[in-house]
């Protein structure tokens, strides 16, 4: 995680509305720092700025048909830096796919419903104490 307190976010997805109220969720009600991303081509692009977090649209062609899609973005993601923790969100509620994410090492697979902010506040959460859970395990075990 970085050394802030706050948790760098970005939030990716090809719906420009969903994508702005995903934002607007993420800055009222917790403390991040988001950068959004409207495709996959440009999250890679900067995925130097070191996110902790990736909320990720599984399909994002809404716009360009020949982008790159959710699962490629994720493969490309996970080559620059395995630790990013990526979140797959879609409007999709099909096992399979969620299954896919999770085979390419997604940390979580949400979909998009009226309850899906919540669900997504929820996963970076789980992450964020399983890693803090970790790192204290890896302290203690290095001292022993």
């Avoid at 706050?6 to 939030?11: R, T, V």
């Avoid at 409207?38 to 020949?66: Q, R």
């Amino acid at each position: 995680m970085n050394n802030d307190k706050k948790i760098k976010l970005f939030l990716v997805d090809d719906d420009i509305v969903y994508l702005k109220l995903l934002e607007i969720e993420f800055l009222e009600n917790g403390d991040f720092d988001i950068e959004t991303y409207p495709s996959g081509e440009l999250c890679v692009a900067n995925l130097s700025h070191k996110p902790d977090f990736i909320v990720l649209d599984y399909l994002l062609d809404g716009i360009d048909k020949t982008a790159i899609n959710g699962i490629v973005t994720l493969d490309r993601i996970k080559a620059y830096n395995p630790e990013i923790a990526v979140i797959m969100l879609s409007a999709q509620d099909k096992i399979e796919v969620a299954v896919d994410c999770m085979l390419h090492n997604a940390a979580d697979y949400v979909v998009k419903s009226e309850t899906a902010f919540l669900r997504l506040k929820k996963a970076i959460n789980n992450i964020f104490h399983t890693r803090k859970v970790e790192k204290t395990l890896n302290w203690y075990m290095e001292r022993m």
